[in-house]
């Protein structure tokens, strides 16, 4: 080959890696000569793992969190087994055992006498309070039979008819109690304020003066006659209250009808210009 020639092969050699340098180097003209992407290759077989490399240093500690609550107690567990038994102690001297025995028996002898004096307080406490008992006993026997009498109606009286209950009446005012049948009765009044019940303070009334001033005072029962013949009944029994009473704001009145005169032994006491009726 002539020079000319390999110059010439040179230079197209030259110019064409040239071009590729251009090519490869310049974005514009990559763009210009990249066709479009063709579809996705099967992927390749993946190569081994490397080495693991070293552990990185640890991180500071935490602070610790609070304590949760404690949880629910577990059951019991079963009891172990017993364990071996001592070794025995010596056995004391002949001199230990008759001083232990000697105590023993003086032990005994104080719990016997503390025992028989116990018997004999309880003896005297029993055979005491049977005493206190039968006491009490005749004593609710004889307040039994008090009561009974007081409850039973007075020899003589006959029946009660009527009973007003506590009733109030005002000063200087009457009040009706009933209306009597029959003139055979026996009236009793009794009279209750803010301090005394059953009282019969000033009965059938007091008068007194203070400084030319007459106080009128207490209560009395009485019978309104409806006819002008006072032993044609039925009648009315009524009380009055004195205008100055402090003793009566409240009064009861309790009324016995009597048997008939003819059924009774009376003696006439003249006394005056008045007659008293006693029962016998």
Known sequence: MSSSSLNVVVAVLLSAVLSVGVIM?????????????????????????GVQGLQGRAGNTGAVGPVGPAGIQGPEGPEGAQGPQGVPGELGSDADLAALEAQHTADITALGNAMSDLIAQNVAISTQHSADLALLQSQIAELESTVTALEAVPSGFGELIHDSGWKAVGKGKDLTICTLEDPNIFVYMIGRNSYKSGHQEYYGGRTYDIHDDYISEGAVWFIEHQSSDWLDYPHTLKIHRFSNDSKYPEVRVLVWQLPPPETLLVELVPIEDDLIIIVP
């Open 25 to 49: 180097y310049v974005p514009q003209v990559q763009d210009a000569l990249i066709g479009p992407q063709g579809e996705l290759g099967i992927q390749g077989v993946p190569g081994e793992q």
